[in-house]
């Protein structure tokens, strides 16, 4: 392991005195962090154990990624949760580059949720090789604002924390705020707003929000079930806030296209009002986008993933759009197809004619590549994150624990792994990185899955400018 | 406060016997003893810690088969189960504190029966 300042410090490498009234954590603009963020060298990867065999609580795997050291693509820490049981899902930080005009702000905690728990946990990791647990918020104490099943963090440019919910255990879901001592501040919005929720992403400079909609827990937890899809269980809606006063202006009902829209993502810039969002089910991907003549957002299907006959299966299989992102530059749009077993690359260049550029059929249910390094890969490419400087593209194999066990159930015996892609910018290509593995296969309890990756410095899916 | 024998039957023959209170649940009977059985939300919505009616008995003066609803009453809704799988013997362990004796089908295979890909 090199000694590089980033593991052993909250701040990142770059010189902040470089930027104008850039004193607090992060980068001043989407083109700084490609330029000093330097290389990543740990992953932060949510791993866990919820309804498996082993008997452990889950973790936060420190994964080392640095080609120069001896532990490289080794799980090199294990933050263990006090409990078993949560399902640790997606986790953020509390300081981000929307904050990069706070001074004494560090991005150095990880709000890390359990998502059947309702538990939520905060890391230090101002030792970014051996962060340690430092506090936990019980689920009673979430319960009490009729809140329930936390899933996206991000924090507010002045300190805040905004987690979206996914429940009561029935309808609606909303947002819960703590403030930066973690404490829960209350409900962030007032009740009623939406009926479903799930991933969110805003654009501070364009005083907007933008939220999706899985369903609710008692729905998707114990497992995918079409007769729910038929009975409109499932979301298909985005929503349009107004950031200041946390209410929703606009909601577009995307249509039957537009099933389970879940991961969306605001272009980095903050000026721009474009964004994407992935339709799991329908697996297409929507470019929504502010239309200033008529002041109100607009969405439009950009790209069709067609289902695909299985010779063994008895009706075509979607890919399911699990995962997507936005390269630093906004130049790249990634996403993955978890049945289909492929990861892809489309330049948004005019994001409202998206251009396919590559993709990698690995794993899953179709993927050509289905060992590396003689490692069985079980199921498909899942969660992404990409390098600052868009060169590498990381994924992790688990989606959720019990569709995991419908669509994959080898992978509870076997673990997840986590794979890298090689990306050639200029010329939009991506190559397989056949060196690269991190297996969750070998954990010391026993296999484990692994879900999101953050880098701890910032990355394509945590950060906000303003 | 009456307890009930569940003997918990997991897929590999391993087994153990629990006595479990009327007012307290399987799952939490089975961690005062010690033993692992897999849970999520504890609120009866995940489905994670699923298990499956096999047997259940009355008392001796009543010796006979009961149905998964005779043998437990539930702390909470059972969110996570649609009537198919109640009508088919399955339990949400967290929320279910049990009337009769009973032998139950435990281990996260239980849960996984629960629900099939739709497209295979």
Redesign the interface.
């Known amino acids: 392991m090199s000694d590089s300042p980033t593991q052993g410090s909250a701040q990142p490498e770059h010189d902040h005195e470089h930027h104008h009234n850039h004193e607090g954590p992060g980068y001043a603009t989407p083109q700084a962090a490609i330029e000093e963020g330097g290389r990543e060298k740990l992953a932060y990867v949510m791993s866990l154990y919820?309804?498996?065999?082993v008997?452990a609580p889950d973790f936060v795997a420190v994964v080392d990624l640095d080609p120069e050291s001896d532990t490289y693509c080794e799980i090199v820490d294990r933050i263990e949760m006090p409990n078993?049981?949560?399902?640790l899902h997606h986790f953020g930080w509390n300081a981000c580059s929307s904050s990069c005009h706070m001074e004494g702000l560090e991005r150095q905690h990880l709000i890390v949720p359990g998502q059947?728990?309702?538990r939520l946990h905060v890391i230090d990791a101002a030792d970014r090789r051996n962060p340690e647990l430092v506090e936990v918020i019980e689920?009673e104490e979430v319960f009490e604002y009729d809140l329930?099943a936390p899933h996206t963090v991000h924090c507010v440019p002045d300190g805040q924390i905004l987690i979206s919910m996914l429940?009561d255990?029935?309808l609606p879901g909303g947002f819960l705020e703590l403030n930066e001592d973690f404490e829960i501040e209350g409900r962030w919005e007032p009740p009623g707003e939406i009926e479903m929720n799930y991933d969110y992403w805003y654009q501070p400079r364009q005083n907007v929000m933008v939220s999706t909609e899985w369903a609710a827990?008692?729905t998707y937890?114990?497992?995918?079930?079409?007769?729910d899809v038929e009975e409109g269980k499932y979301g298909q809606k985005i929503h349009f806030w107004d950031w200041e006063d946390g209410t929703v202006e606009q909601t577009i009902d995307l249509g039957e296209e537009g099933q389970i829209p879940l991961e969306v993502r605001f272009l980095h810039t903050p000026e721009s009002t474009h964004g994407f969002v992935g339709t799991a089910l329908s697996s297409n991907m929507f470019h929504f986008w502010r239309d200033e003549e008529a002041g109100e957002y607009r969405a439009e299907k950009a790209i069709d993933f067609e289902a695909r006959e299985?010779p063994?299966?008895?009706?075509?299989?979607?890919g399911l759009t699990t995962d997507i992102l936005i390269s630093l530059d906004d130049r790249y749009l990634f996403g993955s197809n978890w049945l289909h077993g492929e990861v892809w690359m489309y330049d948004i260049s005019d994001p409202s004619n998206p251009r396919r550029a590559d993709s990698l059929s690995v794993g899953g249910t179709f993927g050509d590549v289905r060992e590396v390094q003689g490692r069985e890969i079980v199921a498909g490419p899942q969660m992404l994150q990409l390098s600052l400087d868009g060169e590498r593209l990381y994924w992790t194999t688990s989606l959720f624990?019990?569709w995991d066990?419908?669509?994959y159930?080898e992978e509870?015996e076997r673990g997840s792994v986590m794979l890298k892609a090689d990306v050639d910018p200029r010329t939009g290509t991506l190559e397989l990185d056949e060196d690269f593995l991190v297996d969750w296969g070998e954990c010391p309890a026993g296999p484990a899955r692994a879900h999101e990756i953050r880098w701890p410095d910032g990355d394509c899916t945590s950060d906000v400018w303003q | 406060m009456d307890r009930h024998e569940i003997r918990l039957e997991w897929p590999t023959g391993r087994t153990r016997t629990l006595a479990v209170r009327e007012d307290e649940t399987v799952l939490e009977a089975a961690g005062r003893d010690g033993i692992?059985l897999?849970?999520?939300?504890?609120?009866?919505?995940?489905?994670?810690c699923a298990g499956r009616l096999l047997e259940a008995t009355g008392h001796e003066s009543d010796d006979r088969t009961l149905d998964v609803d005779d043998a437990f009453a539930y702390r909470r809704c059972q969110?996570?189960?649609?009537d198919r799988h109640r009508a088919d013997g399955y339990v949400l362990l967290c929320v279910a504190e049990p009337r009769a004796d009973c032998r139950l089908a435990v281990?996260?295979s239980v849960?996984?029966e629960?629900?099939?890909?739709?497209?295979?």
């Open positions: 919820v309804g498996t065999d008997d078993r049981g949560d399902e059947r728990s309702s689920p329930s429940g255990a029935d827990p008692k937890y114990p497992a995918f079930d079409l007769e299985h063994d299966w008895d009706m075509p299989v979607p624990s019990s066990d419908q669509f159930p509870a | 692992g897999p849970y999520g939300c504890r609120t009866g919505a995940c489905g994670t969110r996570a189960l649609k281990g996260p849960h996984t629960l629900v099939e890909n739709p497209w295979k």
